[in-house]
């Protein structure tokens, strides 16, 4: 990792992120809190290339996604797409340039509509795109299913008519439509059993070497995320906590939330069985969570400066970085 | 302990016949902890809903098998008699932890009435009962929790106070059916710790569902592998996972992304799971295997002997097996 990176190389970047969701309550809908569910994230897409935002469930990682692709409005912040700046422009202005990034849900029982045929979902995104000709947008259906591998005559079936896997892949097919360069993977293999989920990624991956596209990957399982991606974030509440290239991030992995991620996971070895070292506690509400590191409830390594002070993100090696000054050696 | 046999359950609708077990045998024996494995629709819930006897009928319809427990078939037995054994000698602990739990009622009227079905016992005693099994299962501070209704728990804690329900009554037997497939890897982790420190102060059976090899490794002593409605291969966990003989399973153990090996192409199973209904004649594997011969299209296949109780459904690397053994 040591080949500097010239800017041009990067697809998206993402500065000082912010999204409060407002809490509610009461007969006035008073506002009587936040949720921090994005608490200033930074984060860059290269051209080409993986990256993969882990975390357990309520960190954020979801709503980023949305953010990126203007599905929610960010409270602060840069996203920067090629060097232009979208956080702040219209629907209007975005519309372009929504033929450029695309997403693909977790479930793809629910993002399909069940009254249309697998050929009229596709060509909807088509058409909004501008693709005027009907013959040529069948033709671009047909070229798409084959490309993921199910085969055009399955433009005339209903989305039940298909299996969790193969409804994927037209989850797939869908996002690919538009030529797109960047593919907001929201769960995608998370729903899925081990042999179609394996089939699900080799095509992803397959996908990505063939047509470059970039990924933002986002999962819960280290695992999958391991397998696919050129550079690995952690998220807890809203925060990144570790952010890393993928062999630097298993190799090395420093932060005690990344560790205890880690080494939670069982490994599918019989021999090696131990009591699994479990964090204390639970994932705590991102509603007015305690001043200092958003961790210290379940650090094993907590001290009394994580509960005073906002921990800030320390650089350990070059693009290694690590919100957390212990481990750090601050 | 549980001894299940020849289990055939069919699901019947609008003429549809789904097949959803087909001659499916396993035991549990005492203490030990079993894990049926498999992907989703091959039949594993199904099987444990027989056990229970809270398979819905229709539409399901239970062809054939016996489901032995202390020498009497379950099967056989009626409602009543069924309701002293389940939840008393076997219980089961669910995937969802909130939807098994009626949210309407508090943690405390839950457990209680798990207690009370089966025994008669006064308020305070129950009580006393209560809290101690939320201390046995981890949960903090419980005299408070007892109070609290489901919604005002997290998942982690919710799927503790299912376990606890499960276990009021000092069952025999407990299945667990995907308990932490739900949960965030960390919460994971502290109940598979709850469970093998549960088994071995109480030196109960657990029949262990899941989907989760890395699961499985972690916490079986023996296991069966599970395919569209059969055991294609069962063993010791260690069996299972250094010599799978089963193209099936070996597919699977290899088709596991993993960290360390980055990059490349993954292995994957070609093809689909078959539809229940349209199941192929022969081997249901045989449209996805890479060993398949003719044979496999047309003729079921028998379970082939490892020896030391590792047993695998496929004939073809059973004989390329042995012949290698006597050419060696």
């Known amino acids: 990792m040591k080949k500097h990176r010239s800017s041009n190389d990067t697809i998206l970047t993402v500065e000082g992120l912010k999204k409060y969701f407002p809490v509610r309550r009461g007969f006035f809908q008073g506002v009587i809190g936040w949720i921090k569910a994005v608490d200033g994230v930074d984060l860059t897409i290269h051209q080409g290339k993986t990256l993969g935002l882990v975390g357990e469930s309520g960190c954020g990682k979801s709503t980023i996604g949305r953010l990126i692709l203007k599905l929610l409005e960010p409270d602060e912040g840069k996203i920067m797409y090629r060097g232009q700046d979208i956080s702040g422009i219209s629907d209007e ?11 693909i849900f977790q479930d793809p029982y629910g993002s399909l509509n069940p009254r249309m045929t697998v050929g009229q979902s596709i060509e909807e995104g088509l058409r909004t795109v501008g693709m005027k000709g009907h013959g040529e947008r069948k033709k671009q259906v047909a070229h798409l299913l084959e490309m993921v591998g199910i085969g055009p005559d399955a433009a005339a079936f209903y989305p039940h ?26 769960e995608p293999v998370s729903a899925l059993d081990v042999s179609i989920q394996s089939q699900i990624i080799n095509l992803l991956k397959e996908l990505q070497s063939t047509l470059g596209l970039s990924y933002l990957f986002i ?3 280290l695992n999958v995320v391991g397998y696919l991606s050129d550079t690995v974030a952690v998220m807890y509440l809203g925060h990144i906590m570790e952010y890393a290239p993928a062999e630097v991030f298993y190799d090395n992995p ?26 204390v506690g639970d994932v705590p509400s991102p509603f007015n969570p305690p001043p200092g590191c958003k961790f210290q409830g379940r650090c094993p390594l907590v001290e009394d400066r994580c509960r005073k002070e906002e921990i800030s993100i320390y650089t350990v090696s070059e693009e290694h970085v690590v919100r957390c000054w212990k481990v750090a050696g601050y | 302990m549980l001894s299940v046999q020849e289990l055939t359950v069919y699901f019947t609708s609008n003429g549809r016949v789904a097949r959803a077990l087909d001659g499916v045998s396993y035991e549990i024996r005492k203490g030990e902890t079993v894990c049926l494995v498999g992907e989703s629709g091959c039949g ?17 319809q239970i062809m054939g098998g016996t489901v032995l427990f202390d020498g009497q078939n379950l099967l056989d037995l009626g409602e009543r008699e069924m309701q002293k054994i389940r939840g008393n000698r076997i219980a089961m602990v669910f995937q969802e932890p909130m939807t098994s739990l009626n949210p309407v009622f508090t943690i405390e009227d839950q457990i209680s009435e798990a207690i009370m079905v089966h025994e008669k016992a006064g308020g305070k005693e129950i009580r006393q009962r209560c809290i101690k099994l939320l201390k046995d299962v981890g949960i903090p501070s419980p005299e408070e929790r007892l109070k609290d209704y489901p919604h005002q728990l997290s998942g982690g804690q919710r799927q503790r106070v299912m376990i ?22 960390t919460i994971q982790a502290q109940i598979l710790n709850l469970f093998r420190e549960l088994k071995q102060i109480r030196k ?35 069996h299972i996972f250094h010599s799978p003989q089963h193209p099936y399973t070996q597919g699977l153990l290899a088709s596991l992304p993993s960290r360390t090996k980055r990059g490349g192409t993954l292995h994957s199973i070609p093809g689909l799971v078959p539809d229940p209904a349209h199941k192929p004649l022969g081997c249901p594997f045989h449209p996805r295997c890479s060993f398949a011969i003719k044979s496999c299209q047309i003729q079921f296949p028998e379970m082939y002997d490892y020896g030391e109780g590792h047993l695998s459904r496929c004939p073809v690397l059973y004989k390329k097996d042995r012949s290698h053994y006597e050419k060696a």
């Open chain 1, 254 to 279: 420093l932060h005690p939330y990344t560790l205890a991620l880690l080494s939670a996971i069982p490994p599918p070895e019989p021999d090696d069985r131990h009591t699994l070292p479990s964090l």
């Open chain 2, 204 to 238: 109960m059976s657990l029949l262990y569902i899941t989907h989760d090899l890395g699961v499985v490794a972690h916490i079986a002593d023996r296991i069966y592998v599970m395919y569209a409605g059969i055991i294609v291969e069962q063993g010791d966990t260690i």
């Open chain 2, 44 to 60: 594993k819930t199904v099987s444990a809903l027989t056990i229970l006897g809270i398979i819905p009928q229709p539409p399901a």
């Open chain 1, 161 to 186: 008519q298909f299996s969790g896997g193969q409804r994927q892949r037209i989850g797939v097919a869908r996002a690919m439509g538009v030529n797109p360069s960047l593919i907001i993977c929201d």
């Open chain 1, 219 to 221: 999962s819960h399982d």
């Open chain 1, 93 to 103: 202005a975005m519309k372009p340039l929504r033929k450029e990034m695309q997403i």
């Open chain 2, 164 to 185: 606890a329900m499960a276990l009021t009554c000092n069952p025999d037997v407990v299945i667990a059916d995907e308990p932490t497939t739900a949960l965030d890897v």
